[in-house]
C-alpha cells in the first residue's frame, strides 16, 4: 500500500507537464489550482521540500514503477483488494 501512494506521488511529478491553465481541465468558470503556479511551497510543507526535475529517464523508471503495481492490483494480487475487470495502463 505504502509503495501505491508513493507512485501516486511520483504521478503529480510527470502531470507536470499539464497545461493547468486550459479552461478545460475543470467544469467550472475557476482556474485550476496548478494555473501558474510557481515553486513557492504552502505554509504546511516541510522546511526541505524541493522541486524535483523530471527527465524522461525518471517519467519513464515511475510509469513503469505504476504499470508494474497497477498489474498486481488489477490481477487481484495485493493484499486486500479484489482483482478489476478494467484498469488502463498509463503511458509516456
Known amino acids: 500500500m505504502l509503495s501505491l501512494m508513493v507512485v501516486s506521488c511520483l504521478l503529480g511529478l510527470v502531470a507536470s ?3 493547468y491553465c486550459d479552461p478545460l481541465l475543470c467544469k467550472t468558470d475557476h482556474l485550476h489550482i496548478g494555473c501558474n503556479a510557481t515553486d513557492d511551497f504552502g505554509p504546511a510543507c516541510p522546511s526541505n521540500t524541493e522541486v524535483i526535475p523530471m527527465d524522461d529517464k525518471l517519467r ?7 504499470n508494474s503495481l497497477r498489474s498486481e492490483l488489477a490481477n487481484g494480487k495485493m493484499e486486500g483488494f479484489e482483482s478489476a475487470e478494467r484498469m488502463a495502463v498509463l503511458v509516456g
Open 17 to 19: 507537464q499539464t497545461d
Open 60 to 66: 519513464d523508471m515511475i510509469l513503469d514503477l505504476h
